[in-house]
């Protein structure tokens, strides 16, 4: 028989007991002594936090920009080697107000957009050609991994011998760069889809049309996401590479101009510059996906 | 109803003949489903059951073979897994490559019929796996096919619900009235649902037999011992639930 003591405090749950130092611990009745039920955590093949984090894509951009701040200040990171990152600002504010950045990022901007949209629509075009053909993978699959195999840098004499040194060569230069990882993500996911649903649209006797629409298209999507995100980057990081020739403008031109003349703190400004152009289209291409994959259920969700 | 009147058999299947599959051949097949009957198809593994089945889906391209195939121009299949494709709610999948103006509308009343009313804006990974197939049940009869095929279709549920499955499938057969063929390891299922038994071996017909079902609770569960008996002694298993020898299960053919 349990002492009417015991019922009232009994031995499970245990009382974590008086703080150390705390003095006298007056008893507390048993229901405000019950530990409360932390919130269900996640099992430990989970990503760890017991719920996701609004900004928390910001927090390793943040560290890292504190870490850039506190160096600079203390001197820990060399002027010389490194300005500090408010000198980008001035530097920024001050190109912003003779008006030659948003020229510049318009211009590259213009260039990437176009670059992105004929890469990625041939890039996903070709996928489907060789990805759900015999012939078409013959034909275009191994050209292709040819073409991954030759730096597109070495191409660019060619390209310039085939399209000039003006607007057309630039935009399928970034093309070329765009092309690549879209082609590759999206061939690799048109094979990788799952026979069973293949099955069943067969035993289905769906159009081919139908097909595409309702087993491959969705089926492929995840692959031509990531894709995307790769081309998006890519469109940006090929501005550097093609602005270097004949250009009067663009952000890549203004990088390498100020090489020329050792500005260092406007070469900053302009690598700042692609570090926020890339991130802000990741991110709106990663809302796009979270948007087209809402079906989904992943580790990531 | 299907509507449609044959006075023959819907599928004829003669003298089938596969090999090369990844498991399971037919060696010189024959077989006749009349329209509405309902076939139960048993076998050991790698008797061939599945090879038959996928043979009259249209479904073997991987197979070599000879021998004459007459199968219908309507015909749904159930696998093992549902196949719902993740990203189509259950409606778009019930619906799914159907035409004309009331397909939703049928795709709904479907639904309906197998007890998923009002869930069609799910997505599937929101059901149990019970309710997976019966998203699959439904999308096979919306197209009120002449012929069923199911390839062990509630192999993957727990016991009670595929209790539960017969009982839905039976009714919706009696609507809908196609003529079935249930590949099927379980005996029970097959004496529970079918007309007719049939024991594949060795990629030849071994039994065909009919499976009545009787109104009187005491026939019916003596025809019931009785024909499970025959049956597991076709497929290799003796009645204290040993192994036969390859000779005796040869005698019961």
């Known amino acids: ?301 | 109803m299907s509507g449609t009147m044959h006075t023959g058999p819907i599928v004829r299947v003669r003298n089938l003949v596969r090999r090369f599959t990844v498991k399971g051949v037919l060696n010189g097949l024959d077989l006749d489903i009349a329209p509405g009957e309902f076939i139960a198809l048993l076998g050991r593994s790698g008797s061939g059951k599945s090879t038959l089945l996928r043979a009259i889906a249209d479904l073997d391209h991987e197979a070599t073979g000879s021998g004459d195939l007459f199968v219908p121009e309507r015909i749904s299949v159930v696998f093992q897994d549902s196949r719902l494709l993740p990203w189509r709610r259950l409606i778009d999948n019930v619906i799914l490559g159907l035409r004309g103006s009331d397909a939703r509308e049928r795709g709904l009343k479907a639904l309906a019929e197998v007890g998923l009313a009002g869930r069609e804006t799910a997505w599937p990974h929101e059901l149990s796996g019970g309710e997976q197939q019966r998203v699959a049940l439904a999308r096979s009869l919306v197209r009120d096919p002449e012929l069923l095929l199911a390839d062990e279709p509630f192999g993957a549920l727990d016991a009670l619900t595929r209790i539960k499955m017969h009982g839905l499938v039976k009714r919706l057969v009696s609507i809908h009235n196609p003529a079935v063929l249930l590949v099927t390891h379980d005996v029970d299922e097959a004496i529970a649902l079918a007309d007719r038994i049939i024991v594949l071996d060795q990629g030849v017909i071994v039994a065909d037999l009919p499976n009545a079902h009787h109104d009187d609770d005491i026939e019916q569960l003596e025809h019931t011992a009785a024909t499970r008996r025959l049956l597991l002694r076709h497929l290799g298993v003796g009645h204290d639930g040993r192994a036969l020898a390859p000779e005796a299960v040869d005698a019961a053919h």
Request: no cysteine; proline share 7%; glycine share 10%.
């Open chain 1, 1 to 301: 028989m349990a002492s009417t003591a015991e019922l009232l405090h009994p031995p499970f749950p245990k009382h974590p007991g008086p703080l150390p130092g705390l003095g006298y611990h007056r008893p507390r009745p048993v229901l405000e002594t019950m530990p409360t039920v932390p919130p269900l955590q996640r099992g430990k093949y989970r990503l760890g936090l017991p719920r996701a984090w609004t900004y928390g894509w910001l927090l390793g951009p943040a560290m890292l920009l504190a870490y850039w701040a506190v160096g600079s200040t203390s001197g820990f990171i060399d002027s010389r080697i490194l300005p500090a990152p408010w000198v980008a600002v001035t530097t920024g504010i001050d190109l912003l107000q003779d008006g030659r950045l948003h020229h510049n990022v318009l211009v590259s901007a213009l260039r990437a957009a176009q670059g992105l949209f004929f890469g990625a629509t041939l890039g996903v075009a070709v996928a489907f050609l060789s990805g759900l053909s015999l012939v078409g993978g013959y034909l275009f699959d191994s050209v292709i991994q040819l073409k991954r195999a030759i730096p597109t840098l070495a191409l660019i004499p060619f390209f310039i011998l085939w399209f000039g040194v003006g607007e057309t060569m630039k935009v399928t230069m970034i093309g070329v760069f765009v092309f690549l990882p879209i082609y590759v993500h999206t061939h690799n996911a048109l094979r990788g889809i799952d026979l069973r649903f293949v099955e069943l649209a067969e035993t289905m006797r769906i159009s081919y049309l139908e097909y595409l629409r309702h087993v491959v298209l969705p089926g492929a999507l995840p692959g031509i996401m990531l894709g995307l995100r790769f081309g998006v980057m890519a469109a940006w990081v090929s501005l550097v590479v093609v602005e270097q020739i004949n250009t009067t403008s663009g952000i890549g031109y203004m990088i390498n101009l100020a090489r020329n003349y050792a500005q260092s703190d406007v070469m900053l400004v302009g690598l700042l510059l692609y570090a926020v152009l890339g991130l802000a289209s990741d991110f709106a291409v990663r809302l796009v996906e979270r948007k087209v994959l809402s079906w989904r259920r992943t580790l990531g969700q």
